[in-house]
């Protein structure tokens, strides 16, 4: 074997296996099919602040802090929720995917860039790409998919997988606006997908939208918006697209010599589509259960890596699985009628106490217990109580 390990993909999740892998004292690759990491821009920015007990997150990747959300129904009814200190954190992800790379290579990782990968062989480890010597191949004991929602080393070992798509702008204001909240605007065309805007500073929106349509249907529907929102006097300098992976439970994330990560593995939050904070979780996870198979000289045997992320992650993304279902299910009469209930019933507060981007099963727990849950949703009634068979 060429390497103990190789790593396709040197964004975030790629570059962070890739550091801990090395650190434990393995020989491993990284190939990147980019020449430049991170571009272009394919990621809302938008980090739970729990991200720092998982990974480094440097304060110099940090653009803004933001303390809670402007959430609006189609008619504007607005929810609003807040916490005394940062919530999340805009971040700037091609200095953050830029940063993680080089940590992979001061643990000692070594990266080859423009180095297309073209088919995985998952029984023998061995991985063929071209780059500009034409096409060559290398083999590891193990293999590691971290190449994004289009993955090749996925396909290696699925049919095929679900997206939903997303669009993007960065937008220039010539007036300025408050940079604590994000703003999240619902309505029934778009669910389970939604539009949002990120401040970036008090002149800079990140201006998005995702759901499952093509590009131009998305480009129109921010368009759309951005001519009711004139009052921002809106400038649009970047424009990008991406997609977004659909959790699925039935997803095979390993195979022979094989183990996928991040949106290759579609570890995605079905609500809102974010994933990295799963992602540098379930990396963890891989980190140990490839130490461990490298360590012995037996065959690789990778099954603990999925029972493991079934077992601690699953729970959570079944139930958001199911609220991401009944959001799509509601008209946008619901959704109207449903925020003019949770205002009425003070829900406001309870999701500002106890409300985590990250994870949404234990405020809805706390929702059952109240007995809220079921006041402000009575029309859906049996779907909320199946809920009960996860938490």
């Known amino acids: 074997m060429d390497y103990d390990v190789i790593v396709v993909g040197a964004g975030p999740v790629g570059s962070t296996f890739a550091r801990n892998i090395a650190k434990k004292g393995f020989k491993v690759l990284i190939l990147e099919k980019k020449i430049q990491i991170g571009q272009p821009l394919q990621c809302a920015g938008l980090l739970g602040t729990s991200i720092r007990k998982i990974n480094d997150l440097p304060k110099h990747v940090i653009i803004n802090e933001v303390f809670g959300a402007n959430i609006y129904s189609p008619s504007s009814n607005r929810l609003y929720v807040n916490k005394n200190e940062p919530h999340a954190y805009v971040i700037d992800r091609i200095k953050y995917d830029d940063y993680l790379s080089k940590e992979a290579i001061n643990a000692g990782a070594d ?62 204001l010539n007036d300025a606006i408050n940079t604590d909240n994000v703003n999240l605007y619902l309505n029934n065309y778009l669910a389970p997908g939604f539009k949002w805007f990120i401040p970036i500073d008090n002149h800079h929106m990140r201006f998005g939208v995702f759901g499952n349509y093509d590009y131009k ?42 183990l996928l990560l991040g949106d290759a593995a579609s570890q995605t939050k079905p609500t809102t589509g974010g994933g990295l904070v799963l992602a540098f979780n379930c990396s963890k996870i891989a980190v140990g259960i490839v130490e461990r198979n490298l360590e012995q000289k037996n065959n690789i045997n990778l099954k603990d890596y999925q029972s493991l992320y079934k077992k601690f992650f699953f729970n959570e993304l079944k139930v958001q699985k199911k609220i991401s279902n009944i959001f799509a299910s509601l008209t946008d009469s619901d959704l109207d009628n449903l925020f003019i209930k949770l205002n009425e019933k003070n829900v406001e507060k309870i999701i500002s106490d106890i409300g985590d981007i990250d994870s949404q099963s234990f405020l809805l727990k706390e929702l059952f217990k109240t007995g809220v849950l079921f006041d402000i949703l009575p029309n859906i009634g049996r779907g909320v109580f199946q809920f009960k068979n996860f938490l």
């Open 111 to 172: 990266i080859l860039f423009k180095h297309n990968v073209m088919n995985v062989d998952s029984k023998r480890g061995i991985v063929t790409f071209k780059n500009s010597g034409g096409i060559n191949q290398l083999s590891a004991r193990i293999i590691i998919g971290a190449d994004g929602p289009n993955s090749i080393v996925s396909k290696s070992i699925n049919s095929s997988a679900e997206h939903m798509k997303a669009a993007q702008y960065l937008i220039k």
């Open 217 to 258: 249907t998305l480009t129109n529907q921010l368009n759309n918006l951005l001519k009711i929102k004139k009052e921002y006097n809106p400038v649009i300098l970047e424009k990008y697209y991406g997609k977004i992976p659909i959790f699925s439970p039935n997803k095979k994330i390993y195979e022979n010599r094989v």
